[in-house]
C-alpha cells in the first residue's frame, strides 16, 4: 500500500517535497512488509481434501456404498457404508485418495 502512495506521492507532489514524501512511504512500505511476513510465516496453509473432513454434505448421487456429495461447493465421490439416499445430510469423517468417507448425520 505504502509503496504505490510513495509512487503516486512523486508524481503529484512539488519538489523537493515529492522526494521526501516518496522516501518516507517507501520506509513504512518495508516495515509493512515486514510486519506482514513475520505475521503470516508461521501459518500453515490448509489445502486439499484433509480440510473437509467434520464438515456437514449433501448427498447428489445416492452412497449405496459409493456415490457422490456435495461440500463446500464441490462434488466430490464418497463411499458410505450405511448408506445414503440423495438429498441426506451426511458427515465427513476421512477419505481415502480421491474418495471421501462419510456417514449419515447422527
Do not use: H
Not at 510513495?6 to 503529484?12: P, R, T
Not at 518516507?24 to 510486519?35: D, H, I, K, M, S
Not at 445414503?84 to 474418495?99: E, H, P, S
Request: glycine residues 10%; hydrophobic residues 50%; contains cysteine.
Amino acid at each position: 500500500m505504502f509503496f504505490l502512495l510513495s509512487i503516486g506521492l512523486l508524481l503529484v507532489l512539488p519538489s523537493p517535497w515529492n522526494a521526501v514524501a516518496f522516501l518516507v512511504c517507501l520506509v513504512l512500505g518495508c516495515f509493512e512488509a515486514g510486519y506482514w511476513w513475520r505475521r503470516m510465516r508461521g501459518n500453515p496453509v490448509e489445502v486439499g481434501a484433509e480440510t473437509l473432513i467434520g464438515k456437514q454434505a449433501s448427498v447428489v448421487v445416492a452412497c449405496r456404498p459409493v456415490g457422490q456429495v456435495a461440500v463446500a461447493g464441490e462434488r466430490w465421490e464418497a463411499r458410505c457404508d450405511a448408506g445414503a439416499d440423495v438429498g441426506d445430510v451426511v458427515t465427513v469423517v476421512g477419505r481415502d485418495d480421491l474418495q471421501l468417507i462419510v456417514e449419515p448425520r447422527a
